[in-house]
């Protein structure tokens, strides 16, 4: 087997590839809707996986005639801060060990997220050692979210680095839609996504997990 190109640089998206917090939202932006009387199913839920909050929030909007946005947005938030403090998000398998990994390989690391700045140093705080990152950029900075691949382009710049001489982790489509989009290699780890035949098509890889994406690394570095 030919041996992959070793990587300029590798990027990663945050929520449902590096800590297991898409499953977490969804199970409360469900229980949250249902309180208030609407049935947010899973089928409409794969609709927002991957997209900014903003983005999903007009989603509902459009899905539910008369939805209590604003006492939607605030029940949320505050159940998702109770569990935050109650215990840390936990990394999705492999992370450390592929993060670690690449960092004692001397790659450069970064964090493109659709997340706040907030979010990003709370779990920062609670998880210093997956969070080796030269640069991170967030949902703030960018002025297209992904699927754009806006946040992608602006954080290889930061690098100093061409998007086709790095590799992307994501999780989502919409992310993988960015990814692509960029000229990079982008590798998907599907979390609550099934890879739409485009995504699957334009993917560098597909692995079940980071776990098995380390484990298999002579495929992509």
Known sequence: MKKAQRPAAVLFDMDGLLLDTEATLKRIWQRESARLGFDLNDGLYAHL???PNV???EKLK???KD???AEFRANWKAVREEERRACAIPPMPGAVELVTWLDGQGVPLALATSSRREMVERNREAWPELFRFAS???IEQIERPKPDPDIYLRTCAALKVQPGDCVIFED???????AIASGARAMMIPDLSTPEPDVREGAARIYPSLTQALASREEWF
């Open 49 to 51: 996986v991957g997209v």
């Open 55 to 57: 983005l999903c929030e």
């Open 62 to 64: 459009c899905w539910f």
């Open 67 to 69: 939805f209590p946005l």
């Open 136 to 138: 991170i950029m967030t």
């Open 172 to 178: 989502s489509n919409p992310g993988m839609r960015a």
